[in-house]
């Protein structure tokens, strides 16, 4: 079987970013759920930027009116912009709070977000914690990412290895522009970030990649069909089996098979 009879199967096109978002939002209430049954906790990674909204906006009417509870899970954003207060509005803590925790019963000591407050010569330690905290809580459940139009995953760019970690890197230049409308102007827009790695990634149980809007039908076409590359760190992915690439019918217009 080829790689791409592989990728084939894992890919779901929903009609819209709202049918795509209400779907992974439902996997995620599932394993919450089924954990709970087996008194276990989950550990969810969670991603940021204008991709994941809907399904956090979904859990949250989940929670107010469907009961899903969220005391045993526990959390790890991909990534933080690095400098970064996290009361900056720009920062990813904010983002989760406003986006997801402040309207949920998640328990804050189970919430877990790379540091952006750190100093230089703090910042490997701290990435080497973060990983050991994800291993001590036995591995990450279920990973979600989103994708830039560089192909990264996390802020993984383009010449990332397969084997990195969580680790301090420097922002592509088209991320950067991404992020200007966040940001205000490109100067405001920090350089650097702290991202897992593609390792602490791909060691997930199980990952969804969401990808929505026409903005990404290129990418996207790229990561699943493209040859597997450090140039497209999204391509990394094709070697896994536990990943599920779910897609609005915009991201998808540019695949062929
Ligand atoms: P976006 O970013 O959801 O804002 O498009 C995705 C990403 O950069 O991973």
Redesign the pocket.
């Known amino acids: 079987m080829s790689l791409n009879n592989q990728v084939e199967k894992t890919v779901k096109v929903y009609p819209n970013n709202e049918s795509a978002s209400i779907y992974v939002a439902q996997r995620i209430a599932l394993l919450i759920n089924q954990k709970k049954i087996q008194g276990e906790k989950l550990i969810l990674g969670l ?6 909204k809907l399904v956090y906006r979904e859990l949250i009417r989940l929670h107010r009116y469907e009961g899903l509870s969220f005391r045993h899970v526990v959390t790890f954003n991909l990534d933080e912009y690095y400098p970064m207060q996290p009361v900056d509005e720009q920062s990813y803590s904010a983002f989760m709070n406003a986006n997801l925790f402040d309207h949920v019963d998640i328990l804050s000591e189970n919430i877990h977000i790379p540091n952006g407050t750190l100093s230089m010569e703090q910042v490997e330690a701290h990435c080497d914690l973060y990983e050991k905290k994800i291993k001590d809580f036995g591995g990450l459940d279920l990973q979600l ?5 560089t192909g ?4 993984n760019e383009p010449g990332s290895e397969l084997h990195s970690a969580t680790r301090l890197v420097t922002l592509n230049d088209i ?1 950067i522009e ?1 992020a200007i409308m966040d940001f205000g102007s490109r100067e405001r827009v920090p350089k650097q970030a702290i991202t897992m790695g593609i390792k602490t990634i791909t060691q997930a149980k199980e990952i969804i990649l969401l990808a ?1 809007s026409q ?2 039908a290129e990418i996207i076409h790229q990561a699943l069909e493209g040859m597997i590359s450090a140039g497209v760190p999204a391509t990394y992915l094709q070697q896994f089996k536990n990943v599920e690439y779910v897609l609005d019918q915009e991201a998808a217009s540019r695949l062929t098979r």
């Open positions: 991603a940021t930027g204008s991709t994941p990412l989103g994708i830039g139009r990264h995953i996390g802020f991320t991404d929505l903005r990404k």
